[in-house]
């Protein structure tokens, strides 16, 4: 079945830098778009950003914009976001997701919080 193993995630400062993975498996990663995801504490969950198959077009969410990279290994069936400049805004949940057949698969989540 497909799955994804989140990593990466921790306490950082302002300022600082990490780089979240997402290990798929269970279907043909190479063959589909995917996405990182993030959900604040009572927030909605909102879509970062997204890569298509190839990795040839990203997408990104305004307050992200310059700061964050999204790509992808598709011989290594990972995904990754390189996220910089962080700042306690960016505190979330950070969940990789794709979406197969009208289902969307969603991670476990790997924590980001950004504190001083």
């Known amino acids: 079945q497909v799955q994804f193993v989140e990593s990466g995630g921790g306490l950082v400062q302002p300022g600082g830098s990490l780089r979240l993975s997402c290990a798929a498996s269970?279907?043909?990663?190479?063959?589909?778009?995917m996405s990182w995801y993030r959900q604040a504490p009572g927030k909605e969950r909102e879509l970062v950003a997204a890569?298509?198959?190839?990795?040839?077009?990203?997408n990104y969410v305004d307050s992200v914009k310059g700061r964050f990279t999204i790509f992808r290994d598709n011989a290594q069936n990972t995904l990754y976001l390189q996220m910089n400049s962080l700042t306690p805004e960016d505190t979330a949940v950070y969940y990789c997701?794709?979406?197969?057949?009208?289902?969307?698969?969603w991670g476990q989540g790997t924590q980001v919080t950004v504190s001083s």
């Open positions: 997701n794709t979406r197969l057949r009208g289902t969307n698969f």
């Open positions: 890569i298509t198959a190839t990795g040839s077009i990203t």
């Open positions: 269970g279907f043909p990663f190479r063959s589909y778009d």
